[in-house]
């Protein structure tokens, strides 16, 4: 596809983003079984239910410009899935690996941010409101994520980390 206009560009973004999220789904799934404080699970098991609803935004997007979602390979959320399953390989220990997989869901959230942030402003640059404001709620929504994980991390397992033997 040759990128020739914002609109092409924004649809370009858009099939990276879906790329992104489904690969995102494989991975908490991954980061789910692997972390071992509870309230971690909980936060990743929601995230998941999330994401499908962020797909679902994205597919209706989609559809409303005529393009199909697919055709497109994010690499670099291949690569922050890579680094979370590098770090689940190595074992370290349980509170260790609960911290690392936090800062590895936080680098994430991070990508999505600036990813949803950019597609919204091209919605409504090309005088999409309506899309603009369905990518809007993912950004909050991805926001609202980031700063649970943060929260999680403060109270609870960087302290454990921190005294892991």
């Not at 994205?58 to 497109?72: H, T």
């Amino acid at each position: 596809m040759g990128l020739e206009t914002l609109k092409d560009l924004y649809v370009e973004e858009l099939k990276d983003l879906y790329s992104a999220e489904k690969q995102i789904i494989k991975g908490l799934a991954k980061m789910t079984k692997a972390a071992s404080h509870p309230e971690l699970k909980q936060a990743f098991a929601r995230h998941a239910e999330m994401t499908e609803k962020h797909v679902e935004r994205l597919e209706r997007i989609c559809a409303d410009l005529e393009v199909s979602p697919r055709g497109k390979k994010c690499v670099g959320m291949e690569g922050l899935i890579e680094e979370a399953a590098d770090l689940i390989r190595e074992k370290p220990d349980a509170d260790v690996l609960d911290a690392g997989l936090i800062a590895a869901a936080q680098h994430v959230e991070h990508y999505e941010m600036a990813g949803y942030g950019c597609v919204r402003t091209y919605a409504r640059q090309l005088g999409y409101a309506d899309q603009a404001e369905l990518l809007q709620t993912t950004l909050d929504e991805e926001g609202t994520s980031d700063k649970i994980l943060t929260e999680i991390a403060e109270r609870s397992i960087n302290l454990d980390a921190e005294v892991a033997d």
